[in-house]
């Protein structure tokens, strides 16, 4: 069974930019979650998508939204880029209780 | 507000030793305690989880502890090995509140051959 993917895996951007990031759930998952792992803040929730509806975000500013496409793959956008947006952001993907991770899109932040 | 606190941040096994590491957290809504494993340039990958209805659980090298009322649970690894070096996040969540993690700051263990 293919695990959760995400693309791009690295990805540079200067500030103000926009980034766009991808992610393809386990088959059968239909929720997806997105986190932020920055260095030295740790993993911090950023949104949740299920059946294509935002369920619930973290605490981070509206430039940071999403959307959960039919096929339940799911779209992370990052608006107007600062530096301190540079992080790893995991998506992980959930049929129930546990959450399943991909291996991340490095974002960096010129 | 951090609300599931991790320690140590570090720690340093020889080969064959039992790695502990502690979590506790303040949120007594938590239902599900899951610990990750992560490898340098890799995703979280799931190690062992437990909801508090339990208060062990085994799977292999790995143990997972459970005290509800001190709020507290912890990960031993038992006969750590090089392979095992890594850092490890343990996290909580809600599950009728929309089952996202909150996460430890982790703990980067290494284990010395």
């Known amino acids: 069974e293919a695990g959760v993917t995400q693309s791009p895996t690295h990805l540079i951007k200067t500030r103000g930019q926009q980034a766009t990031l991808r992610c393809s759930p386990i088959s059968g998952h239909t929720s997806v979650y997105w986190y932020q792992q920055a260095l030295g803040l740790g993993l911090q929730f950023l949104l949740w998508?299920?059946?294509?509806?935002?369920?619930n975000r973290g605490n981070f500013p509206p430039r940071f939204s999403g959307r959960q496409f039919p096929n339940y793959s799911s779209e992370l956008n990052v608006n107007a880029l600062e530096l301190e947006d540079s992080a790893l952001y995991l998506c992980?993907?959930?049929?129930?209780?546990?959450?399943?991770f991909g291996p991340g899109t490095r974002l960096l932040v010129l | 507000q951090q609300q599931v606190k991790q320690s140590p941040q570090s720690l340093i096994v020889q080969k064959g030793g039992i790695s502990i590491i502690n979590c506790a957290y303040e949120?007594?809504?938590?239902?599900?305690f899951p610990w990750y494993q992560q490898f340098p340039g890799k995703g979280p990958a799931l190690l062992i989880a437990i909801r508090p209805d339990v208060s062990e659980k085994k799977e292999g090298r790995f143990t997972i502890s459970f005290n509800k009322s001190a709020k507290q649970f912890s990960l031993h690894i038992m006969d750590s090995q090089p392979g095992d070096s890594a850092t490890y996040f343990c996290?909580?969540?809600?599950?009728?509140?929309?089952?996202?993690?909150?996460f430890g700051g982790g703990t980067r263990l290494m284990v010395k051959p």
């Open positions: 998508y299920d059946e294509g509806e935002e369920r």
């Open positions: 949120n007594t809504a938590f239902d599900y």
């Open positions: 992980a993907s959930s049929p129930s209780w546990t959450q399943y």
């Open positions: 996290a909580a969540n809600h599950h009728n509140a929309g089952n996202m993690l909150t």
